[in-house]
């Protein structure tokens, strides 16, 4: 286990999202994991009853920490609270070079709890997009980063194109929520400022989906340390996060967390779920 991944992000005292999640998910993917925390949530599968951010000078010393120290592989961003917060993760990697940069745009708890106060959706635009090489928003944050409301594909690649100008190198725009097109299947679409692949597999009924969109950013983070391209990666991580929500035992009272470890434990389902992604271009 030589490769190594930095999560920025809150902590999720429910352990199905946040840092939680990406260092299990990176973990089952053989990549080391590293950690800077933004903010503690007090937080289980009901909802979150508390956010305690950590002190601009703690943050900025975690990622001095790892940043003097280790050699990272990529660098995934998470819940980042504030202003004050993205450009102090902007600085450090300027300051290190850090490549592999993948932002999961966190704004809202599926709860409705805010995890980025509105004046920062801003500085995530402005600072963040232009080091960012993946940003991979959920369909309401793609909406917010960009004004535009999104129902069809249509509109989604039009969101994609705005991100792409905005900076970001590669834009994911998933499809977990409500989806227009098709409500069987989930669609997630990839554009690299050319090309749109869509990677589709079935929707599954589940409430158990705390975390998934964590997960499924941390799973690509892993998998472009791993060497992958950015495609290989987003395939490999619909297939990761498919398993990890088929597999939930429902923990909690709420909207449980996935099993993070459902690929290795099935890694034969595992196989035959990937053969079975539908994948085209446009
Ligand atoms: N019910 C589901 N069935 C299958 N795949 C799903 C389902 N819900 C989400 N996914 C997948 O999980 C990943 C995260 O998607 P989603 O759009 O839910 O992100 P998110 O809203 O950021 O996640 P979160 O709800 O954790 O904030 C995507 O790869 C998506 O395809
Ligand atoms: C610390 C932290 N980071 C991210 C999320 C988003 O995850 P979800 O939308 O599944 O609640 C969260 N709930 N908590």
Request: with cysteine; hydrophobic share 40%.
């Amino acid at each position: 286990m030589n490769r190594t991944a930095l999560t920025i992000a809150g902590s999720d005292s429910g352990g199905g999202a946040g840092i939680q999640a990406d260092l299990k998910t990176f973990q089952e993917h053989l990549v080391f994991g590293l950690s800077a925390l933004t903010a503690v949530t007090a937080q289980n599968t009901e909802g979150v009853q508390g956010v305690y951010p950590v002190e601009i000078d703690g943050l900025q010393q975690q990622l001095d920490s790892v940043g003097s120290d280790f050699t990272i592989d990529a660098v995934k961003t998470g819940m980042l609270f504030d202003e004050a917060r993205i450009e102090t993760v902007v600085h450090a990697i300027k300051k290190f070079k850090w490549k592999n940069i993948i932002v999961d745009p966190v704004m809202i708890a599926k709860g409705g709890d805010h995890l980025l106060t509105e004046e920062a959706h801003t500085a995530l635009l402005e600072q963040l997009l232009p080091v960012t090489d993946v940003i991979t928003p959920n369909i309401p944050e793609a909406e917010v980063l960009t004004g535009k409301t999104i129902r069809t594909i249509s509109d989604r690649k039009e969101a994609a194109r705005i991100l792409h100008n905005a900076g970001a190198r590669y834009t994911v725009i998933k499809g977990g929520h409500a989806d227009a097109s098709d409500s069987t299947n989930v669609i997630d679409m990839l554009f690299d400022g050319e090309t749109f692949t869509f990677f589709e597999l079935p929707r599954i009924d589940s409430k158990n989906t705390h975390g998934t969109g964590c997960t499924f950013a941390a799973a690509i983070t892993a998998q472009v340390a791993l060497g992958q391209t950015v495609t290989e990666a987003v395939k490999n991580a619909k297939v990761f996060v498919q398993m990890a929500i088929a597999h939930t035992t429902s923990l909690g009272n709420g909207f449980g967390p996935t099993h993070h470890g459902a690929l290795r434990q099935f890694p034969n389902e595992a196989a035959v779920l990937a053969g079975e992604v539908r994948q085209w271009e446009d």
